[in-house]
Nanobody
Framework: QVQLVESGGGLVQVGGSLRLSCAAS????????MGWFRQAPGKEREFVAA????????YYADSVKGRFTISRDNAKNAVYLQGNGLKPEDTAEYYC???????????????????WGQGTQVTVSS
């Protein structure tokens, strides 16, 4: 299992940018597809983006497509989420997660991810 720690959240104005980082511990980081999810107060956790083990494939929720970019650096055991053109509706706690299966094929269900970080808060103010 991999342990995950998110960072980089904060307060940003509408239209601004933010880069979230997720540091992973464990020797098998490159064996996992990685995802970012978010959860706003009173709402269910929702898929934001995911990236394959090699980084060759990426997946995005329609709500962030064209504004967010997920990337990873397997040499550094890290995954990133760059958000541009932020909107008030992007306000949420953001979590990174590792896929349960090495055969990840783009699932957007939280149940298909087995390791979670503690979250980092992103607040977009207008």
């Amino acid at each position: 299992q991999v342990q995950l720690v998110e960072s980089g959240g904060g307060l940003v104005q509408v239209g601004g940018s933010l880069r979230l980082s997720c540091a992973a511990s464990g020797r098998t980081f490159s064996s996992y597809a990685m995802g970012w999810f978010r959860q706003a107060p009173g709402k269910e956790r929702e898929f934001v983006a995911a990236i394959s083990r090699s980084g060759g494939r990426t997946y995005y929720a329609d709500s962030v497509k064209g504004r967010f970019t997920i990337s990873r650096d397997n040499a550094k055991n890290a995954v990133y989420l760059q958000g541009n053109g932020l909107k008030p509706e992007d306000t949420a706690e953001y979590y990174c997660a590792a896929s349960k299966s090495p055969l990840y094929s783009g699932s957007r269900y939280p149940a298909d991810f087995g390791s979670w970080g503690q979250g980092t808060q992103v607040t977009v103010s207008s």
